[in-house]
Each structure stands twice: as structure tokens, then as C-alpha cells.
């Protein structure tokens, strides 16, 4: 497994953009696909984006698509949500995580990652 550590998130207003990173403890992401999810107050927790290990392919939950851009940087080893026109809805822990393998499913599924990180929470105020 990876130690993953999450940064970036904030209490911002609706409208401004956030941008999360992602980075291991000792060990390279660069042959894991990875992806983010986050969880909201009482909800379950809900896969946002997530990246294969080239970057070529990249997954977004319907709700984001548009909005929310992930993309790595293997040569500096950092996974990165760039979350743009922020909304309430948006308001939850981020978790970034990692796959034991390189590529995605169509819909990648919590149980395809392996390690993740504590969170960092996000807070988009009306």
C-alpha cells in the first residue's frame, strides 16, 4: 500500500475554483491509476475523477464533468483535482486514492483502490 497526503481543500465561496493535491509517502504513484473521491455529510462516499497511470484516460461522475479536471504529474509524482466554478453541492472530505493497477473501468468502483489518503475537506459557501 501507499501513504497517500491530500492538500488543497478550504472553506471558499460558491463560484471560485480549488485545486487538490496528491502526493505518496515513499513510494511512486506513477504505475497506479488514481482517483478521487469525496463523501459528504450522511452520504456515502462517491468517486469524482479519476486518472489512468499515463494520464491518458480520465473518468468524472456526471455531477463534475465540465467543472473538475484531474491530471498527474509523474516526473513530480502529484495527482491534482483542479475544481473549477465551485457549488454547495460540492461541499465534502476529498479522499484521494490509489489502484493496485494501471488502468480504470469504465466506472471505476471504491473497491479498485487500494490506499488512500486522510481527506481534506472542502467547503463551498452560498
Do not use: H
Not at 93 to 119: K, N, T
Request: net charge positive; charged share 15%.
Amino acid at each position: 500500500q501507499v501513504q497517500l497526503v491530500e492538500s488543497g481543500g478550504g472553506l471558499v465561496q460558491a463560484g471560485v475554483s480549488l485545486r487538490l493535491s496528491c502526493a505518496p509517502s515513499g513510494r511512486t504513484l506513477a504505475n497506479y491509476a488514481m482517483g478521487w473521491f469525496r463523501q459528504a455529510p450522511g452520504k456515502e462516499r462517491e468517486v469524482v475523477a479519476a486518472i489512468t497511470y499515463s494520464g491518458r484516460g480520465t473518468y468524472y461522475a456526471d455531477s463534475v464533468k465540465g467543472r473538475f479536471t484531474i491530471s498527474r504529474d509523474n516526473a513530480a509524482n502529484t495527482v491534482y483535482l483542479q475544481m473549477n466554478s465551485l457549488k454547495p453541492e460540492d461541499t465534502a472530505v476529498y479522499y484521494c486514492a490509489a489502484s493496485g493497477v494501471p488502468g480504470l473501468r469504465p466506472v471505476p468502483q471504491e473497491a479498485d483502490f487500494r490506499s488512500w489518503g486522510q481527506g481534506t475537506q472542502v467547503t463551498v459557501s452560498s
